[in-house]
């Protein structure tokens, strides 16, 4: 069983890899989904635990649903 903190840093790995995908920085991310840009940053370094409003922004900035984003993640 996963840890919340492993949980956490294995989605903030697969958001930046996602973000990096689609060729945005962190800045640019951030200003699509109207959030600080060091907040993102702590969600994609794993230091933060988001709720499900947050992961609903995230998944819309990327154009997924929020599954997809925790798809293979436990």
Request: a positive charge.
């Given at each position: 069983m996963s840890t919340p903190t492993s949980l956490a840093v294995k989605l903030g790995q697969s958001l930046?890899?996602?973000?990096?995908?689609?060729?945005?920085?962190?800045?640019d991310f951030a200003d699509r989904i109207h959030m600080h840009r060091a907040y993102y940053s702590a969600i994609e370094r794993g230091e933060k635990n988001i709720t499900l409003t947050t992961l609903q922004r995230v998944a819309q900035g990327f154009g997924v649903s929020m599954s997809s984003l925790l798809k293979g993640l436990d």
């Amino acid at each position: 069983m996963s840890t919340p903190t492993s949980l956490a840093v294995k989605l903030g790995q697969s958001l930046r890899a996602q973000r990096r995908a689609i060729g945005l920085s962190q800045d640019d991310f951030a200003d699509r989904i109207h959030m600080h840009r060091a907040y993102y940053s702590a969600i994609e370094r794993g230091e933060k635990n988001i709720t499900l409003t947050t992961l609903q922004r995230v998944a819309q900035g990327f154009g997924v649903s929020m599954s997809s984003l925790l798809k293979g993640l436990d």
